[in-house]
């Protein structure tokens, strides 16, 4: 079949919490499947049984930065064998709820792990292999708290304003850094505007 073996496009969704990053997941893939693509959704950490295992622990659980980072990059090994290139080598499309990018905002920013460590992980872990497209969901401090009233917190979003600020920053920076890749998108906005933003990113890949 023409174009089956073309490898498959990678997309990561990120934002600090509270923006309205996992709204949009359904929504996005809908999209990609109605142009006639196979679609992987997934989510990080997560994705596979050991990784979701390692889910629970690192959501609840308080633990050393550098242990939490270890066990983010473990569950991400598994993830990234099982899932993530497989489908891509198929030629599936994969929109992931997080990647190593969340790794590097609130493991490195956040708590302070050396940045070189995580990108050590990285290389050892899933090497040569970066998303094509991050979308990255912004908001205040303010917007985030209103949004995630009312339910319970993992241990991450129960962080107070100076962690949440350090990790904005950090994907700020990334994408300055990055900016090919790396697209704020503004998670206050309508919905229908933020969808529109969305739909003209995924549309040049």
Request: with cysteine; proline share 4%.
């Amino acid at each position: 079949m023409p174009g089956a073996s073309r490898r498959g496009r990678f997309i990561t969704l990120e934002g600090v919490d509270g923006a309205g990053k996992s709204t949009h997941v359904p929504w996005i893939a809908g999209r990609l499947r109605a142009g006639g693509r196979e679609v992987i959704v997934t989510r990080e950490p997560g994705g596979t049984p050991h990784a979701e295992a390692l889910r629970g622990r690192l959501l609840a659980e308080k633990m050393d930065p550098q242990k939490e980072t270890e066990l983010m990059f473990e569950a991400r090994a598994d993830h990234v064998q099982k899932v993530i290139r497989p489908a891509l080598e198929r030629g599936a499309w994969v929109l992931c709820d997080r990647f190593t990018d969340s790794t590097r905002a609130y493991q490195g920013a956040g708590k302070g792990v050396a940045l070189e460590r995580i990108e050590a992980l990285a290389a050892q872990v899933h090497g040569g292999l970066v998303p094509d497209l991050t979308l990255v969901f912004d908001a205040s401090h303010a917007v985030s708290r209103q949004r995630l009233a009312g339910r319970p917190l993992d241990k991450f979003e129960a962080e107070g304003a100076e962690f949440f600020g350090r990790v904005r920053k950090a994907y700020q920076d990334l994408a300055r850094t990055e900016p090919n890749r790396v697209h704020i998108i503004d998670g206050s906005r309508s919905l229908d505007e933020v969808q529109a933003e969305i739909e003209k990113w995924i549309a040049v890949l």
